[in-house]
């Protein structure tokens, strides 16, 4: 089945350092991937829309110079959180659609397992 | 615009009894709708996902989903409930387009012994 792996897993980092965080599909070409935000017990938040060879659309409110995101290949999409501070932690997660199977017509969406963002 | 509502952020059942974990949506156009549950600090599985076929989708782990367009809900049931049941459970729609899902606020399934 469709795979989506995150590295790292964990990651803890003094404030004001840079952190990326690495989307794989392992199984299937992504042209587009998205980076979602979650709160501890809350739901998923948006943050961008990656798509392969072009710029990340980024929902409303997030800063595209704090979040770079880049979709280099169809399988890899990196999230960078620049200049992290404390209120960055957070659990980042990553989905990617398969445009080549049923993900096409459905937009159904696979997700990866988390990456966990402590910023000291 | 697409919108998703769970009610309910906190359900508790008994171990064999019945789950029911309520979502309605609103959408203008067709939805697919989604339900994927979530354990502690991992990411998301899928359950179960509507895609304008049969209206009663049967998913992994014995859960159900039954899409009713007239009451715009696509309800989440287990006839008996596990322990190993107890998780985040998310409801989300989407659309045709190359858009990211929509998701509700998500429900926290207890299941007591």
């Known amino acids: 089945g469709a795979v989506v792996s995150q590295h790292p897993s964990r990651v803890i980092c003094k404030s004001g350092t840079s952190v990326k965080i690495e989307c794989r599909s392992l199984?299937?070409?992504?042209?587009?991937m998205f980076w979602y935000r979650q709160f501890p017990k809350q739901s998923l938040m948006l943050m961008a829309t990656?798509?392969?060879?072009?710029?990340?659309?980024?929902e409303q409110g997030v800063e595209k110079d704090k979040f770079l995101i880049n979709h280099a290949s169809l399988t890899l999409s990196t999230l960078t959180v620049t200049s992290a501070h404390p209120e960055d932690s957070s659990f980042y997660i990553c989905?990617?659609?398969?445009?080549?199977?049923?993900?096409?017509?459905?937009?159904?969406?696979?997700f990866g397992p988390g990456t966990r963002l402590t910023v000291l | 615009a697409q919108s998703v509502t769970q009610l309910g952020s906190h359900v508790s059942v008994s171990e064999g009894a019945l789950v029911l974990l309520r979502c309605n949506y609103s959408?203008?156009?067709?939805?697919?709708l989604f339900w994927y549950v979530q354990y502690p600090n991992q990411g998301l599985q899928l359950l179960l996902k509507?895609?304008?076929?049969?209206?009663l989708v049967k998913g992994i782990n014995g859960f159900e989903a039954e899409f009713k367009k007239s009451e715009t809900s696509f309800h989440l049931t287990k006839p008996s409930a596990h322990m190993s049941d107890a998780a985040e459970y998310f409801c989300?729609?989407?659309?045709?387009?190359?858009?990211?899902?929509?998701f509700g606020s998500g429900t926290r399934l207890q299941v007591q012994p």
């Open positions: 989905s990617a659609r398969d445009a080549g199977l049923a993900g096409g017509r459905t937009n159904e969406q696979f």
């Open positions: 199984d299937f070409q992504a042209t587009t």
């Open positions: 990656s798509n392969e060879g072009s710029k990340a659309t980024y």
């Open positions: 959408s203008s156009v067709p939805p697919y």
């Open positions: 509507y895609t304008s076929a049969a209206t």
């Open positions: 989300a729609v989407g659309d045709t387009g190359r858009r990211a899902l929509t």
